[in-house]
């Protein structure tokens, strides 16, 4: 009988390893098995909590899409300003976030992604999760643009956003975090200058 408690433990130290498993070996090598090692827990509790391997997967990343939606609020609420720049330089830092830039998220990232192009769950979750991105940043930069202009911008830093996570990803000296978010913020400041911003 599981002592009363553990699941919410037990699922966080799954969680932990398929990161791990995935940063060490990558998902095709990441084995219930493997996985359960790491965790120090039988793998019989990985298919209790989460149905195998894909349901593993699935809650993974379901952590780490809550991190960068926490990593994003709150710097939008510790923004000094009620402004879109400042809101969208909140959206960029966030996706930029310690949550979502070492080694094991990193690499289960691009496993997601990768095997989001196969499995209707993870597509789905990528699909919220780009969406999520898109309606956050063209909210703000309709406050300055018109709608066309606003989604145009939208569709370029979300693009670029994700274009200079991914090449961090692969490169082999890693993402240059600072370097990422100013190229960003030079955007940004490009789509917004001389343009009138509501508070």
Avoid at 178 to 188: E, H, I, M
């Amino acid at each position: 009988m599981p002592k009363v408690g553990m699941e919410p433990i037990r699922r966080q130290q799954l969680i932990k390893a398929t990161m791990n498993a995935i940063d060490e070996v990558g998902l095709a090598d990441a084995t219930v098995a493997r996985i359960a090692k790491r965790a120090g827990v039988s793998a019989g509790i990985i298919s209790h909590y989460f149905g195998g391997k894909d349901g593993l997967l699935e809650s993974t990343m379901r952590q780490i899409l809550n991190d960068l939606g926490s990593a994003v609020a709150e710097r939008r609420a510790a923004a000094a300003e009620d402004t879109p720049q400042a809101h969208i330089r909140a959206i960029i830092d966030g996706n930029f976030d310690r949550s979502q830039v070492n080694q094991s998220v990193m690499k289960t990232w691009l496993a997601f992604w990768a095997s989001s192009m196969h499995q209707h769950d993870l597509q789905r979750l990528q699909r919220v999760n780009d969406r999520r991105l898109y309606s956050n940043l063209c909210s703000q930069f309709r406050r300055c643009l018109n709608k066309q202009d606003a989604r145009r911008a939208a569709r370029g830093l979300a693009a670029m956003v994700d274009g200079l996570w991914l090449r961090g990803a692969l490169a082999p000296e890693g993402l240059d975090v600072d370097r990422a978010r100013r190229l960003a913020y030079d955007y940004l400041d490009e789509q917004l200058a001389q343009r009138e911003c509501f508070a």
